[in-house]
């Protein structure tokens, strides 16, 4: 990872596995769901693939809602500085610091440890 470019195959893996809409599909969704859909805009994790704007799937639960841990991981991840589109990428990839499982995987656990495994992270 070390800021390199992220590949066109990782994006498609995310995109195959957990969809990857558009920021304007998410807002369009949204807007179904609730009257005033720009305080969940905001928690968005968005990632920046040529000239769109994609919002990774693995964020959304079931009903439309963002994922709690979610929020609360990639909070973590920017007051750390790591860019959304690396912050994507941890979430799946297999980490030591999860014995080889990636983050995407324990969401429903403990947020303890994902917020330890975060702060191992070195994306440069």
């Known amino acids: 990872m070390n800021g390199q470019p992220i590949n066109d ?4 893996a995310i995109r195959t596995e957990f969809t990857l809409p ?3 599909q998410v807002r369009r969704r949204l807007s179904e769901l609730m ?3 720009e305080p969940v805009m905001r928690q968005l ?5 040529d000239d769109g704007t994609f919002c990774p799937g693995f964020q959304f639960l079931p009903g439309g809602q963002l994922h709690p841990q979610v929020i609360e991981l990639f909070g973590h991840a920017l007051e750390l500085d790591i860019p959304h589109n690396y912050f ?3 979430m799946v990839t297999p980490s030591r610091a999860l014995a ?4 995407v995987d324990h969401l429903k656990g403990d947020p303890a440890p994902l917020l ?3 702060e191992s992270y070195r994306w440069r």
């Open 9 to 12: 195959q990782a994006w498609a």
């Open 22 to 24: 558009t920021l304007q």
């Open 35 to 37: 009257e005033d859909p």
């Open 45 to 49: 994790v968005r990632v920046f693939i």
């Open 88 to 90: 994507t990428l941890w």
């Open 100 to 103: 080889g499982d990636r983050p």
């Open 116 to 118: 330890r495994a975060l």
